[in-house]
T-cell receptor, first 110, second 112 residues
Framework: EDKVVQSPLSLVVHEGDTVTLNCSYE??????LLWYKQEKKAPTFLFML????IEKKSGRLSSILDKKELFSILNITATQTGDSAVYLCAVDLYGNKLVFGAGTILRVKS | DGGITQSPKYLFRKEGQNVTLSCEQN?????MYWYRQDPGQGLRLIYY???????QKGDIAEGYSVSREKKESFPLTVTSAQKNPTAFYLC???????????FGQGTRLTVV
């Protein structure tokens, strides 16, 4: 069975803090790993990672993949209240199956 | 505008009734997906389809059925066999072999 595990399940921080969200996976036929942000309804795409060790960066968000140890991290620096959301990790498999983890609920307090 | 449309946004049904959720996309995407999301949880895969007239079960397919008669449309039927159907349902689509999936705004189903 393909599994994606995210940790922590929830996190409360203060504005300005840096957070690290974790995603580990046990799957067959790995193709890529994706991160999404879900604020209300539809998740919005953040990053897609296919190669180990290459950091993807967008503003205060960055992510990296380790295909040997089967995990990825999502970092958010200088957090803002607008970063409060559910962060979802998904693994894309050959054959087009797309499996999500349970998500990390992030709350940033002002 | 190109996009993926789910309807209705809210749906109430009596226990024991089948109900069909609509998902339509005009992005010319081959692959389409249905996910279920319960409060405070992530997305669980119900069914997915790579091409017209073909679909595969996801991790929680029991009590659900789908069809893919047209490339643009991937309706989900929640049957009376689904023991706990109240949830938020999300549909997604993407190009064949591409990473990013695009999501609809979801349907919140409440069974009373």
């Amino acid at each position: 069975e393909d599994k994606v595990v995210q940790s922590p399940l929830s996190l409360v921080v203060h504005e300005g803090d840096t957070v690290t969200l974790n995603c580990s996976y046990e799957v067959t036929n790995f193709r890529s790993l994706l991160w999404y942000k879900q604020e209300k309804k539809a998740p919005t795409f953040l990053f897609m990672l296919t190669s180990s060790g290459i950091e993807k960066k967008s503003g205060r968000l960055s992510s990296i993949l380790d295909k040997k140890e089967l995990f990825s991290i999502l970092n958010i620096t200088a957090t803002q209240t607008g970063d409060s959301a559910v962060y979802l990790c998904a693994v894309d498999l050959y054959g087009n199956k797309l499996v999500f983890g349970a998500g990390t609920i992030l709350r940033v307090k002002s | 505008d190109g996009g993926i449309t789910q309807s209705p946004k809210y749906l109430f049904r009596k226990e024991g009734q089948n109900v069909t959720l609509s998902c339509e996309q005009n992005l010319n995407h081959d692959a389409m997906y249905w996910y279920r999301q319960d409060p405070g949880q992530g997305l669980r895969l119900i069914y997915y389809s790579q091409i017209v007239n073909d679909f595969q079960k996801g991790d929680i397919a029991e009590g659900y059925s789908v069809s893919r008669e047209k490339k643009e449309s991937f309706p989900l039927t929640v049957t009376s066999a689904q023991k706990n159907p109240t949830a938020f349902y999300l549909c997604a689509s993407r190009k064949q072999g591409a990473g990013e999936a695009f999501f609809g705004q979801g349907t919140r189903l409440t069974v009373v």
